[in-house]
T-cell receptor
Framework: EPEVTQTPSHQVTQMGQEVILRCVPI?????FYWYRQILGQKVEFLVS????????KSEIFDDQFSVERPDGSNFTLKIRSTKLEDSAMYFC?????????????FGPGTRLTVL | SQQGEEDPQALSIQEGENATMNCSYK?????LQWYRQNSGRGLVHLIL?????REKHSGRLRVTLDTSKKSSSLLITASRAADTASYFC??????????FGAGTRLFVKA
C-alpha cells in the first residue's frame, strides 16, 4: 500500500542553523501539507501546497519557513534559522483531493530537536 | 474554545467495553475526520464524514455528525488493548487547511 515517507526520522541541530525536512508524498496525490506537534500538544497546521504554490498558511508559518517541491516526488520544509521553540515533530501529509473528500495521509514524522 | 475540541481529555476502560469520544467545533465545515496516534508515532486516518452525512461506520468504528450542534462522536465498540492511543478530530473548513483538536487519550486495560 502506498505511503508517505519522511526523512530523517530524527534531526538534531543547533539554534540558528538551517534545517530541511524531506517528504515523499504518495505519487498520485496533488495536495501536500506540513503540520507540527510540540511534545504533548495538539497537531498544528503549518502550510498547504498545490500546483507548485502555497494554498494556505498559518500564522506559525512565518518568513523563517519555506516549502518547495523541487522535483516530481519530494516535498520539503526548510526552517532558515532554527529556534529552541521549533523543537517538535513535523508531519507531512498528502491527499488526492481537496474539499469534502480531503482525506489526508500522514507520514511517520521527523522529530526536530533544536539545542 | 477552539475549533475541534475533544472530550473527554482522557478515558480509561476495560477491554471489551465501548469507548465514546466527542468533538465540538465552532465554524461550518466541509468534513470532519478522526485520526489515531499511537505514542510518538504518526497519525492514522480512521474515518471521514462529510458535512451532509449524519453517520458513518467502518469496522468497529461509528462516527456521528450533528451539524446543528457542531459536534461529532466517535464510538469504538468492543475495545481492545491495541486501541490504546490518542484520538483526534480534525475539521476541514473549506480552505486548504485542516484544524486538529487537542485529542482524547484512550487507555484500554487488558
Amino acid at each position: 500500500e502506498p505511503e508517505v515517507t519522511q526523512t530523517p526520522s530524527h534531526q538534531v541541530t543547533q539554534m540558528g542553523q538551517e534545517v530541511i525536512l524531506r517528504c515523499v508524498p504518495i505519487s498520485n496525490h496533488l495536495y501536500f501539507y506540513w503540520y507540527r506537534q510540540i511534545l504533548g500538544q495538539k497537531v498544528e497546521f503549518l502550510v498547504s501546497f498545490y500546483n507548485n504554490e502555497i494554498s494556505e498558511k498559518s500564522e506559525i508559518f512565518d518568513d523563517q519557513f519555506s516549502v518547495e517541491r523541487p522535483d516530481g516526488s519530494n516535498f520539503t520544509l526548510k526552517i532558515r534559522s532554527t529556534k529552541l521553540e521549533d523543537s517538535a515533530m513535523y508531519f507531512c501529509a498528502s491527499s488526492p483531493f481537496a474539499g469534502v473528500d480531503n482525506e489526508q495521509f500522514f507520514g511517520p514524522g521527523t522529530r526536530l530537536t533544536v539545542l | 474554545s477552539q475549533q475541534g475540541e475533544e472530550d473527554p481529555q482522557a478515558l480509561s476502560i476495560q477491554e471489551g467495553e465501548n469507548a465514546t469520544m466527542n468533538c465540538s467545533y465552532k465554524t461550518s465545515i466541509n468534513n470532519l475526520q478522526w485520526y489515531r496516534q499511537n505514542s510518538g508515532r504518526g497519525l492514522v486516518h480512521l474515518i471521514l464524514i462529510r458535512s451532509n452525512e449524519r453517520e458513518k461506520h467502518s469496522g468497529r468504528l461509528r462516527v456521528t455528525l450533528d451539524t446543528s450542534k457542531k459536534s461529532s462522536s466517535l464510538l469504538i465498540t468492543a475495545s481492545r488493548a491495541a486501541d490504546t492511543a490518542s484520538y483526534f478530530c480534525a475539521t476541514d473548513t473549506g480552505g486548504f487547511k485542516t484544524i486538529f483538536g487537542a485529542g482524547t487519550r484512550l487507555f484500554v486495560k487488558a
